[in-house]
């Protein structure tokens, strides 16, 4: 059964750097390409960044690049996202979501409950 458990969310100030954790136990985990989604109050998802089955091939959207960092660790079934300079507009429940190719596809197929993170000063 995939598993996909987010942490790492809560109140965060205005330039924080929180860091986003997804534990995935239960599928073959460096068999896939991983995807952090968003979704913010009043708005659609947002596919946020993604990483290919070993790391090799990476996607940020224009939104975080440059602020955010995903990674992985095979070894561990952890998928992180490390957050930087965080703004306002950053507010959302952030979804880790498992993709069925080891490339990036942009289509998961299995979605974690989520974890919350509010920018508030």
């Known amino acids: 059964e995939v598993q996909l458990v987010e942490s790492g969310g809560g109140v965060v100030q205005p330039g924080g750097s929180p860091r986003l954790s997804c534990a995935a136990p239960g599928f073959t985990f460096d068999g896939v390409a991983m995807t952090w989604v968003r979704h913010a109050p009043g708005k659609g998802l947002e596919w946020v960044s993604a990483?290919?089955?070993?790391?090799?091939?990476?996607y940020y959207a224009e939104s975080v690049m440059g602020r955010f960092t995903i990674s992985r660790d095979n070894a561990k079934n952890t998928l992180d996202l490390q957050m930087n300079s965080l703004k306002d507009e950053d507010t959302a429940m952030y979804y880790c979501a498992k993709d069925p190719t080891t490339t990036i596809a942009g289509r998961p197929d299995s979605w974690g409950q989520g974890t919350q993170v509010i920018v508030s000063s």
């Open positions: 990483i290919s089955w070993n790391g090799g091939s990476t």
